[in-house]
C-alpha cells in the first residue's frame, strides 16, 4: 500500500512582552460587553499560495496577517533528509482538548521547544529548553534571514491528509503585540 504523505510545519515565534512599571499606576477601567454587529475574525477564502512573494491573508482587530512564501529556503534533497531525522528524533506528542464537556484529541502530533511554557486553546505545554541541534541550526538560519530573534518553537506533524489545523490567530499575549512567527514545511503539500 503507498505511503500515506506526512508533513510537518515548524513554527517559531518571536516575542517582546510590554511590561508595566512598578510606578505606574493601575487605570481603573470597567469592562462593558457590547455583542459585535458582525463576525470580527473571518475565515479568507480558500487559494493556493505558490508563487515567492508577500501576500495579505486577512485584516482584523489585532492587524493584518501577512505572509511572506520562500519556496526552496532549504534545498530538496537537504529538506528530506531533515524530515526523516526530525520525525525519528523529535518527541511527538498528541493533546487531548476538551470543548462544551467533549473529549476530543487534536488532530495531529505535536512539541514544543522555548524556556518559558507556552498556552494555546486553554492547553499549556510545558518548558522545553532542550532543542534539537538541527532544530537549533535551522532557527539561527532563519534568524539570520529575517534579522528577527526567535525564543521558541512548535513542531506540528499532520500524519496524513486527516490530520490539520484550523484558521487561527498566533496572538496569545505570551506572544507579544505584533508577533512574527516563521514557518517551515518539510515533506508533502
Known sequence: ????PVASSLALAGAR???RQKDQPHAQKQFVFEKPLEVERRVPEAGVIDKPGVYEL???PTGISR???IPGFIDSEQADWMFEQLLQDIPWGQRTHIRQEVSFEEPRLTSWYGELPYT??????QPNPNWHP???????RIEEFTGHTFNSLLCNLYRHEKDSVDWHSDDEPSLGKNPVIASLSFGAT
Do not use: C, D, V
Open 67 to 69: 505572509i511572506h512564501l
Open 134 to 140: 538541527l532544530l537549533t541550526m535551522l532557527k539561527e
Open 1 to 4: 500500500a503507498p505511503k500515506a
Open 58 to 60: 486577512s485584516k482584523g
Open 120 to 125: 494555546y486553546s486553554r492547553i499549556t505545554m
Open 17 to 19: 512582552p510590554a511590561w
